[in-house]
């Protein structure tokens, strides 16, 4: 399970201190989805950093299977979590490459696996397969924005991770195709735990519960 107790985030601005964040508290269980939705500004950037284990609360505490989640070092906090973001990096790498860079490990059936979940389907556009490069840069092919977010996701989806963190990760994809890929990361969570961030309430539905921030706050 993961745990978030009373997390407060403050950052010091120009105009003065700013609560990003102020006494947000949730839990997620395991193969549980818990959907984080708000507008803009609501926090939730901010909640990801935290969760992801980039940014420190300045109080409150985060716990993963009863564990504080800031008290290892940084290169153990992230062995938690696998996250796909809205902003991701397109390798100038094959697509087996694409995928398995997320770990230390190379296991070719589990990137197969991975890739399919994703909704990649490999035709006449990935000559080599799976070592088919994805850069034109190099001999390689492009891919559409919709496509480069299903590799994104099979990233993620690779990395062996407690919690599978996505944030606003279908931007480039129709609501119909959004809609398949969700269902696709259900059957991905089993007994990881599901953070899926959005300003879509539509996007949420696959969430066994909901919390909605506004101001910094759960509301």
């Given at each position: 399970?993961?745990?978030?107790?009373?997390?407060?985030?403050?950052?010091?601005?120009?105009?003065?201190?700013?609560?990003?964040?102020?006494?947000?508290?949730?839990?997620?269980g395991d193969g549980e989805i818990c959907g984080v939705i708000g507008a803009s500004g609501?926090?939730?950037?901010?909640?990801?950093?935290?969760?992801?284990?980039?940014?420190?609360?300045?109080?409150?505490?985060?716990?993963?299977?009863?564990?504080?989640?800031?008290?290892?070092?940084?290169?153990?906090?992230?062995?938690?979590?696998?996250?796909?973001?809205?902003?991701?990096?397109?390798?100038?790498?094959?697509?087996?490459?694409?995928?398995?860079?997320?770990?230390?490990?190379?296991?070719?059936?589990?990137?197969?696996?991975?890739?399919?979940?994703?909704?990649?389907?490999?035709?006449?556009?990935?000559?080599?397969?799976?070592?088919?490069?994805?850069?034109?840069?190099?001999?390689?092919?492009?891919?559409?924005?919709?496509?480069?977010?299903?590799?994104?996701?099979?990233?993620?989806?690779?990395?062996?991770?407690?919690?599978?963190?996505?944030?606003?990760?279908?931007?480039?994809?129709?609501?119909?195709?959004?809609?398949?890929?969700?269902?696709?990361?259900?059957?991905?969570?089993?007994?990881?735990?599901?953070?899926?961030?959005?300003?879509?309430?539509?996007?949420?539905?696959?969430?066994?519960?909901?919390?909605?921030?506004?101001?910094?706050?759960?509301?």
């Amino acid at each position: 399970m993961i745990s978030v107790q009373n997390v407060t985030k403050i950052f010091e601005t120009k105009e003065g201190r700013v609560e990003a964040l102020r006494n947000v508290s949730l839990e997620v269980g395991d193969g549980e989805i818990c959907g984080v939705i708000g507008a803009s500004g609501a926090g939730k950037s901010t909640l990801v950093r935290i969760l992801s284990g980039v940014l420190i609360p300045d109080a409150g505490e985060v716990l993963v299977d009863g564990k504080d989640l800031f008290s290892v070092c940084q290169e153990d906090r992230f062995r938690y979590v696998s996250a796909v973001f809205q902003q991701f990096i397109k390798y100038q790498m094959s697509l087996r490459e694409n995928v398995e860079i997320s770990a230390q490990d190379s296991d070719y059936e589990k990137m197969k696996h991975c890739v399919q979940k994703s909704e990649i389907f490999l035709d006449e556009r990935f000559p080599q397969g799976y070592d088919t490069m994805l850069s034109r840069e190099f001999d390689g092919i492009d891919l559409s924005g919709g496509q480069w977010q299903r590799v994104a996701l099979a990233r993620g989806l690779y990395r062996d991770s407690r919690i599978i963190l996505l944030d606003e990760p279908t931007s480039a994809i129709d609501p119909v195709e959004e809609g398949v890929l969700y269902r696709k990361f259900q059957e991905m969570i089993q007994n990881k735990m599901g953070i899926l961030v959005t300003h879509r309430l539509g996007s949420a539905r696959i969430a066994d519960r909901i919390v909605v921030l506004k101001d910094g706050k759960v509301v």
